[in-house]
C-alpha cells in the first residue's frame, strides 16, 4: 500500500488530551497496514511536515497556563506543538501557516502528549523488523 501522509494522519479534532490520544490511536493503526518502505516514508514526510512548521513565529508564542502563568515554550514543548498541529491535518496546517496566531490553539499543556507521533513508524518498523529504523 501507497502511504499518503495525511492519509495516514488524517483530520482530528485535538482540543484535549483525550482526542490527542484518540488521533495518535488511529494514526497507529493506520501505521500497521503499511509496508516497510511506506512507514519509512512516512516518518520522513512527519520530519519534513515538522520542519516546514518550525517557524520563529511559531515558536515565539507564549504558552498560558491554567493558573494565569505566561511561559515560554521550550524546544521539546514546540515540537510537541507541532505534532499536535499536525493530528489536526492538512487543512488546519495550511491555516496556522497562514496566520500564526492559530498555532496558539496547539501550544496547550494538555496537548502534549502529542510528543508520541514522533515515534510511531519507528516502533511498528522495528516491531517487525527487530531492527531499529534508520
Do not use: K
Not at 484518540?22 to 515538522?50: K, Y
Amino acid at each position: 500500500m501507497v502511504a499518503d501522509f495525511w492519509s495516514v494522519i488524517g483530520s482530528n479534532a485535538v482540543t484535549g488530551r483525550a482526542d490527542v490520544e484518540a488521533a495518535v490511536g488511529q494514526v497507529e493503526r493506520r501505521l500497521r497496514t503499511l509496508d516497510l518502505p511506506d512507514l519509512i516514508s512516512f516518518q520522513e514526510q512527519l520530519d519534513q511536515n515538522l520542519d516546514a512548521l518550525d517557524l520563529s513565529s511559531l515558536a515565539s508564542i507564549q504558552v498560558e497556563l491554567a493558573e494565569g502563568l505566561v511561559l515560554e515554550q521550550t524546544a521539546d514543548h514546540f515540537l510537541y506543538a507541532r505534532c499536535a498541529c499536525l493530528l489536526a491535518g492538512r487543512e488546519e496546517v495550511r491555516v496556522v501557516l497562514d496566520d500564526s496566531e492559530r498555532f496558539s490553539d496547539f501550544v496547550a499543556p494538555r496537548l502534549q502528549a502529542a510528543e508520541t507521533l514522533l515515534y510511531l513508524a519507528r516502533i511498528e518498523y522495528q516491531r517487525r523488523t527487530g531492527q531499529p529504523m534508520r
